[in-house]
Structures are given as C-alpha cells and as structure tokens.
C-alpha cells in the first residue's frame, strides 16, 4: 500500500486513524519523490510472480499528489512491466477533489476507486467533515456523479461507527438505491482512545461501534441481501465468508490465520508491517536503503505474521467459528478472554453472532457452487422455505411442535395467537 501524500489529507474525519501520523514526520514535505517512485515501480514489478499486478494508492488523500504524479506513475509501470503483464491500480479517496480531468484518466487508465461513504446524508456527515468542521456529503456525492458519468469503476467503502451502526438499513439502500454500487466495503471502527495515535491501551473513544453493533448491522445487511441481492450487489464481507465456507482460503487478511502481506510504504520509502501499524516499532526499512523484496521477507516482517496464529487465545482456539474468524485482526485485540487471557478481539461479540447466524445460508449457497449452480438461487430456496414455514404456522395445532423449530408446542411459542 503506498502513500505518496503521507497523512496529508484535505478532510478531518473524527475517527481517522493514520492523520496523527503527520508528527512521524516533522518538517517533511509529504510528497513522493520521482526517484522514490521509480525505485518503488522497479522492485515492485520485479518481485512479482504473478501475471496481475494491482499497485494500491492511500492516504491521507492521494489526489492531492497532483494528477502529473499519478500519469507519471503509470508511464513507469508501462515502461517496468514485463511481458504479458497486465498491472492495475486501485486507488482509496474521499472523493471531494475529483474533477472530469481526474475522472477522465481514471477512466483511460482502468483505475479502480474505493470512496469513503458513510451512508446517507445525516450519517456521512456525523464525523466525515473537512478541516474547518464542516460537512463533506454533497461534496463526495458530486465526486459520485462525475466518476458515474465518466464510467469509472468504483466501490463504496462504508466505516460502521457509533452514528451508522443504530442504521444498517438506511445505510445499505442508500448505497443499492440512490447510489447505485453494486460493492461496498463495512469496516468497522474501533478507535484507540490515547494521545499517541498508535495501537496501544485497551480504551475505545465514543465513536466506535461495539461489537455488538457491528454484529447486529452486518447481520441486518445479511437478512436484506441475501433474500433479493444475491449476484447484483457484492459485499465484501459476505464474498469474502462465502469463499471460505466453499473451502478457499479467506480473501482477507483479517480472516487469515496468519498475515503480514500488506506492507504500508510512506511518502519517504520507509516500510511498516501494515497500514494499522505505522509506528516506529513496526518500521522494517527504508526502501531506499534496502530492496523491497527483502524487507517483505525479512525475519521481523514474518514474524509479524505469525503472531497473528500465535497469540490468540484458547477462547478462540476453542471457538465455533474460528475457521473464519481467526481472531480477527490484531489491532483490536484488546480484550480479556472471559477466563482472563488477554488477546481477545473487541469485536469478538459481533464476529460470533455474525457468522453463526450465516452459517445456514452459507452453506446453502456453498452447496449451489459445488452443484455449479450460481449462489443467487439461494434466493428461490429462501422464499419456498418461507412460503412453506408461512403455511405451516396457518395449519398448526395448539399442541403441535411449534414451526419455528424452538422444540416447544405451538401454544407455548404463540399461546395467545390460536
Ligand atoms: S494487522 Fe490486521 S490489517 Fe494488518 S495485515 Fe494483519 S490482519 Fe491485516
Ligand atoms: S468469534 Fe470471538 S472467540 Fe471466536 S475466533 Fe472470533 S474473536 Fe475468537
């Protein structure tokens, strides 16, 4: 993940975890130099095994490079790539300094754009605000409406914080209905409440959702899609379950078992474990003195990722759906298990309720695949059970077994409705 801006940002999101990341950098211009990025495009391609490359830009905001900087970059990944390598670009932004000029090299250059989108107006604009505390929400959806005029490939990137979480609904129809993605992204946010700005305490300011919350909205956001939005609207986390209860490896590095593959480079060539790791204790080097395949490699980095499997606790160990959560990531892992160990996630709560709630569904739909039928029909099976469930509940008798599957009689479940 590259950062050519560093932490500079035109906007002030109350919650954002990397602008504190400013004082790293004392008296630093913040820009990526040439030669930088020369070096980087070099090694980068070079390291590669694969025939897709995808060079991902964040922030801070990464426009306010300039769009020189961006052509710039990919003449130079024309110029490195090797033979019948196709390289794509994936860029994070806040869309508020999109222009057509923006849009329309985007557009020539396949750029895939993630925007930050908290939802519908009132809950964009709770904590996404600019530099002078004012709301940022006409601004992105301006942002919105050149990349769809220009036809430029984007996702929503959704933060479920303290204001969003009460509202999993309003927010995923506005994202399906008015904004008209097909992918969105929910991230939550569990924000350490400290002076530092790095991973340390065990407090969460006010602005973060529980886990309880996160569970409660991303199994609200299930209920809806997976009875009318399977196959047109894509979310990333239901993708990234299905996968793996189909038996693939999660495509997402919190889900992981081990990870440490997601280096973030600053403006200045130094290297750091993650991007929820930049701190001093997490630096590995500086591009510029040591080549990037070495630092990826190198026994820090590592065993970075393998603590990861290493530290979780044997409440996880033990638990249910470890095969998909694995803990999570370990940025959050800062609770105590509930006989005393520590390393438990703080979204622990929403992970389980999340996944066991999904696991009929997903194997239901995991089934269709191994069938070579697309998951979408889930959505015909889900409708017959509930017309049938419908009728079973109209036909039953007092003393019959309840239809709902709670193993009481029907009187017992909804004694005062017959
Ligand atoms: S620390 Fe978290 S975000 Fe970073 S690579 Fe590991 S799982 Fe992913
Ligand atoms: S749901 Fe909780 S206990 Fe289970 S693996 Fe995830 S964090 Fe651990």
Not at 26 to 49: G, H, K, V
Not at 145 to 159: D, P
Request: charged share 25%; glycine share 8%.
């Amino acid at each position: 993940m590259l950062k050519p801006r560093g932490a500079i940002c035109n906007l002030d999101c109350r919650y954002c975890f990397f602008l504190s990341k400013e004082r790293l950098y004392p008296n630093s211009t913040f820009r990526m130099s040439d030669a930088l990025l020369e070096a980087y495009t070099r090694q980068y391609i070079a390291a590669q095994r694969v025939p897709e490359v995808t060079f991902a830009w964040q922030g801070g905001e990464p426009t306010l490079m300039g769009l020189d900087f961006f052509r710039r970059a990919v003449e130079l990944q024309k110029q490195y790539a090797k033979p019948g390598m196709t390289i794509h670009n994936a860029l994070q932004t806040n869309a508020t300094t999109l222009d057509d000029a923006w849009c329309e090299f985007f557009r020539a250059n396949n750029f895939l754009l993630g925007v930050s989108l908290d939802g519908p107006r009132d809950l964009h604009d709770a904590y996404r605000v600019d530099k002078g505390g004012a709301p940022t929400f006409d601004r992105v959806m301006r942002g919105i409406e050149l990349l769809k005029q220009h036809r430029v490939e984007f996702n929503i990137l959704t933060t479920v914080h303290a204001a969003n979480a009460p509202h999993p609904l309003d927010a995923y129809r506005f994202f399906r209905d008015e904004v008209g993605t097909q992918f969105i992204q929910f991230i939550p946010i569990v924000e350490r409440d400290n002076a530092t700005g790095f991973q340390e305490g065990d407090q969460v300011t006010a602005r973060s959702v529980t886990g309880k919350q996160y569970g409660d909205f991303l199994i609200a956001v299930f209920d809806e899609w997976v009875r009318r939005d399977v196959g047109r609207v894509f979310v990333q986390i239901f993708d990234v379950a299905l996968g793996v209860w189909s038996g693939e490896p999660a495509a997402l590095c919190i889900f992981t078992e081990t990870c440490g593959d997601a280096l973030a480079m600053e403006h200045n060539g130094d290297l750091f474990a993650c991007d929820h790791f930049v701190e001093p204790r997490f630096k590995l080097g500086n591009l510029g003195e040591t080549p990037l395949i070495e630092i990826v490699a190198s026994p820090q980095q590592r065993q970075f990722g393998r603590d990861k499997r290493d530290t979780l606790p044997w409440y996880c160990r033990e638990c249910s759906v470890r095969f998909i959560c694995n803990g999570g990531c370990p940025k959050d892992r800062i609770l105590k298990t509930p006989d005393g160990e520590p390393g438990l996630n703080y979204l622990c709560a929403g992970f389980k309720t999340f996944f066991t709630h999904i696991d009929q569904p997903m194997q239901t739909m995991a089934r269709l695949l191994d069938e070579q039928r697309p998951p979408a029909d889930i959505m015909l099976v889900l409708a017959r059970q509930e017309v049938e469930l419908e009728r079973a509940f109209k036909t039953a008798g007092r003393n019959d077994p309840c239809p709902c599957g709670s193993g009481k009689k029907f009187k017992q479940c909804h004694g005062s409705k017959k």
